[in-house]
């Protein structure tokens, strides 16, 4: 059972446009991460938060911890913004990250 | 600064050969992961290592061994490779618990 749920799944946009991901958990988290993997396979982390909003260049990450819930923004989206989002967070009994199942983005020019 | 580096980047294995792919860190990071990545599944935690010369058990360990006899480096192993275990593994560290992850390139490896 995956402890947290992704939304949507795939997404299609067309460039330019204003891009929002979900990702809900269902346990108390202290903080939660968002990750980008790039089609030829890296990941590579674009956030860790905790409370309220980060910002960096056209990304937006936003998290209410009281009601289980992050959200990725993506403004003024490009074509090289095309890849796999995943979050995650800190909660296995390992005290390792629990990842969602990502969700595919492609940005169509 | 080269990160975090796995080696290889693709492998072909019959059933029953076994290998080691290898994860290098020069980041002086203490924890070291490795996971595997399925279609339809999120990353799942296989082996980690809280500092040199301490291994842990993850969500999926089974028919993994794995060392870290060096801090930089974190060794997974497959004895007796299987088709299942077909899958793409990605290694990470970290800092601390929690803490930003990097990732290595990951590692595509087909069981046949």
């Known amino acids: 059972k995956n402890e947290v749920e992704q939304s949507p799944q795939n997404l299609t946009a067309q460039e330019g446009e204003f891009i929002t991901i979900n990702c809900s958990y269902s346990?108390?988290?202290?903080?939660l991460h968002w990750l980008q993997q790039h089609p030829g396979g890296g990941i590579v982390s674009l956030f860790m938060?905790?409370?309220g909003k980060k910002k960096h260049g056209r990304l937006i990450a936003t998290i209410n911890i009281q009601e289980k819930h992050s959200s990725l923004h993506i403004t003024a989206s490009h074509p090289r913004d095309s890849a796999v989002y995943i979050c995650a967070y800190l909660g296995g009994s390992q005290g390792n990250l629990i990842f969602g199942k990502g969700t595919k983005l492609s940005v169509k020019p | 600064n080269a990160g975090v580096t796995q080696t290889p980047k693709f492998r072909v294995l019959k059933t029953g050969q076994s290998m080691t792919l290898l994860c290098a860190q020069d980041m002086n990071h203490e924890y070291m992961y490795w996971y595997r990545q399925d279609p339809g599944m999120g990353l799942r935690l296989i082996h980690y290592s809280v500092g040199e010369g301490t291994t842990a058990k993850g969500e999926v360990p089974d028919g993994y061994n794995v060392s870290r006899l060096k801090k930089q480096n974190f060794l997974l192993g497959l004895e007796s490779a299987a088709p299942s275990q077909t899958s793409v593994y990605f290694c990470a560290s970290s800092v601390d618990r929690g803490a930003e992850a990097f990732f290595g390139q990951g590692t595509r490896l087909t069981v046949v």
């Open positions: 938060l905790s409370s």
């Open positions: 346990v108390g988290i202290s903080a």
